[in-house]
């Protein structure tokens, strides 16, 4: 069955590390997106891509980064940078171009310790 | 500012007792509302996109509908499985991305 595959699902991460959040996808989708989701808050994009290679910052984009070197991959580095990563993770994407529905992953939760 | 704004941010319902959830948002070229569902530690999943004014659609006991300024989520004699997060979210005309609100948390009661 075609999806997004995000790991790993839980990430624990003592401060001033690093840490790389897989998002794979076999949709076969063009667009890409990484959103942020706190208790009490809605979905914030972090970064999204529309095509290989390319990419564009969200509106909560310092102390994180991306790369988008394959059509099926997008991960998302939370850097030592990020001031409080400790959240829920979506990695979604999308076929074409425009406000077209998005096909979330499962998540992964970051907690700094 | 464009933004979009859901209420009430909590619900609680008995099984049965039907209710709506709003979406109100002041965002420029509209192309589309978008409602999701969103259960604990999940990911979201797509229930209605909504394009225009006076569009309506419908899904089991939900129905979404659409006016210039406001979507609503209708439950309709709700069952404890509808008990999750609804979301909403809008997609510019010139945007690739979606804007989500905080969601309205809804818990059936049997």
């Known amino acids: 069955d075609g999806g997004i595959t995000q790991s790993p699902k839980y990430l624990f991460r003592k401060e001033g590390q690093n840490v790389t959040l897989s998002c794979e996808q076999n949709?076969?989708?063009?667009?890409m997106y990484w959103y942020r989701q706190d208790p009490g808050q809605g979905l914030r994009l972090i970064y999204y891509?529309?095509?290989?290679?390319?990419?564009q910052k969200g509106d909560i984009a310092e102390g994180y980064s991306v790369s988008r070197e394959k059509k099926e991959s997008f991960p998302l580095t939370v850097t030592s940078a990020q001031k409080n990563p400790t959240a829920f993770y979506l990695c979604?994407?999308?076929?074409?171009?425009?406000?077209?529905?998005?096909?979330f992953g499962a998540g992964s939760r970051l907690t700094v310790l | 500012e464009d933004q979009v704004t859901q209420s009430p941010e909590a619900l609680r319902l008995q099984e049965g007792e039907s209710s709506s959830l709003n979406c109100s948002y002041t965002?420029?070229?509209?192309?589309?509302l978008f409602w999701y569902r969103q259960d604990p530690g999940k990911g979201p999943e797509f229930l209605f996109t909504?394009?225009?004014a006076g569009e309506e659609k419908e899904k089991e006991r939900l129905k979404a509908t659409l006016t210039k300024k406001e979507s609503f989520l209708h439950i309709t004699a709700p069952k404890p499985e509808d008990s999750a997060t609804y979301l909403c979210?809008?997609?510019?005309?010139?945007?690739?991305?979606?804007?989500f609100g905080a969601g309205t948390t809804v818990t059936v009661r049997a």
């Open positions: 979604a994407s999308t076929s074409g171009s425009g406000a077209n529905v998005l096909t």
């Open positions: 949709l076969n989708h063009d667009a």
């Open positions: 891509s529309q095509i290989v290679n390319d990419f």
């Open positions: 965002v420029s070229g509209l192309r589309g």
């Open positions: 909504l394009y225009s």
């Open positions: 979210a809008w997609g510019g005309s010139n945007d690739y991305k979606l804007s």
